[in-house]
């Protein structure tokens, strides 16, 4: 007898199907939705249920993963299931913004069920590895029960009983990333513009970054003491650098808008007064409005 916690999975985009697949590798009882039921027939076949409505699917288990594309998607879906939460546990995988999970939160457990928002550091082929890693807040108690269930995901961590406290982890990474991503096209117009392949400057490009990266911890600490003097890589130095690259860039035709907006301010850190701080300084002018003095 099968004494793992049966799942249901709404949702079988890429994601959605991979971890339907990992839940069925660690032996669970699997319950599946879409609304294009031919996205099921590769998990049927593998032993997945396929409910025909999502009220069959969350009436199927006790925990309910929802993986859809947004939270539009998943109040209309789990909307039609209403009935059937009490006494269940959702995990919201969707993306959206914190202030989406804390409603998705109160809406759920007013019908019943416990609630926790998950939020999947990893692409569908990764699912599983030692490289993914499940953000999860909300219900503390549901999180400790199902833990182990979605472990096979990859490595989770539970970031706090606010519901909203994985949404915010999530959007805070992503923006890292796109930050990055921003970067790379940039450096692929550049080079192209001067004759040189995208490949043989990201050759250089990576691990380059991943020298880089390396700084990031002292960057963090340095804006959470808000204290930023250095010898090192300060603001005048980068906004020396950063301005060079833009005018390199318009010179051979390349626009400008993406790394424009961190010029100026880099700008702005130095007409404060503040070149020979900390290249890390410049998230204060983020901080702009909210009220928060640093201190002399």
């Given amino acids: 007898m099968n004494t793992l916690p049966t799942i249901s999975v709404l949702g079988l985009g890429n994601l959605g199907r991979a971890v339907a697949e990992r839940f069925l590798d660690a032996g669970h009882t699997v319950t599946v939705w879409n609304r294009s039921p031919g996205r099921a027939e590769?998990?049927?076949?593998?032993?997945?249920?396929?409910?025909?409505?999502?009220?069959?699917?969350?009436?199927?288990?006790?925990?309910?993963?929802?993986?859809?594309?947004?939270?539009?998607?998943?109040?209309?879906?789990?909307?039609?299931?209403?009935?059937?939460?009490?006494?269940?546990?959702?995990?919201?995988?969707?993306?959206?913004?914190?202030?989406?999970?804390?409603?998705?939160?109160?809406?759920?457990?007013?019908?019943?069920?416990?609630?926790?928002?998950?939020?999947?550091l990893a692409v569908p082929q990764t699912l599983g590895t030692p490289e993914a890693f499940t953000q999860i807040s909300g219900d503390g108690d549901a999180f400790e029960r199902y833990r182990a269930a979605v472990e096979p995901l990859g490595a989770v961590r539970y970031a706090g009983a606010g519901p909203e406290l994985a949404s915010a982890y999530d959007v805070a990474v992503l923006a890292g990333m796109y930050g990055m991503f921003s970067g790379f096209f940039q450096s692929l117009a550049?080079?192209?513009?001067?004759?040189?392949?995208?490949?043989?400057?990201?050759?250089?490009?990576?691990?380059?970054?991943?020298?880089?990266?390396?700084?990031?911890?002292?960057?963090?600490?340095?804006?959470?003491?808000?204290?930023?003097?250095?010898?090192?890589?300060?603001?005048?130095?980068?906004?020396?650098?950063?301005?060079?690259?833009?005018?390199?860039?318009?010179?051979?035709?390349?626009?400008?808008?993406?790394?424009?907006?961190?010029?100026?301010?880099?700008?702005?850190?130095?007409?404060?007064?503040?070149?020979?701080?900390?290249?890390?300084?410049?998230v204060e002018t983020f901080r702009a409005g909210r009220g928060e003095a640093v201190r002399a």
């Avoid at 250089?204 to 003097?229: C, K, M, S």
């Avoid at 690259?245 to 790394?259: E, F, K």
């Fill in 42 to 120: 590769r998990l049927r076949e593998r032993g997945a249920a396929v409910a025909a409505d999502p009220g069959t699917a969350v009436a199927a288990s006790e925990l309910v993963v929802t993986v859809l594309l947004d939270h539009r998607a998943v109040r209309e879906v789990l909307g039609g299931a209403a009935a059937e939460l009490e006494g269940r546990t959702v995990l919201n995988l969707s993306s959206g913004t914190p202030e989406q999970a804390g409603e998705l939160a109160s809406w759920v457990t007013g019908r019943g069920a416990a609630f926790l928002a998950g939020a999947v």
């Fill in 190 to 282: 550049l080079a192209e513009a001067s004759g040189i392949t995208a490949a043989e400057v990201t050759e250089l490009l990576v691990p380059w970054l991943t020298g880089v990266a390396a700084v990031l911890p002292l960057f963090a600490r340095e804006a959470d003491d808000r204290e930023y003097a250095t010898e090192t890589s300060n603001v005048n130095i980068n906004r020396a650098g950063l301005a060079s690259i833009l005018d390199s860039g318009r010179a051979r035709g390349v626009p400008d808008d993406l790394l424009a907006p961190l010029l100026a301010r880099l700008d702005r850190q130095v007409e404060d007064g503040h070149g020979e701080e900390s290249l890390s300084r410049v």
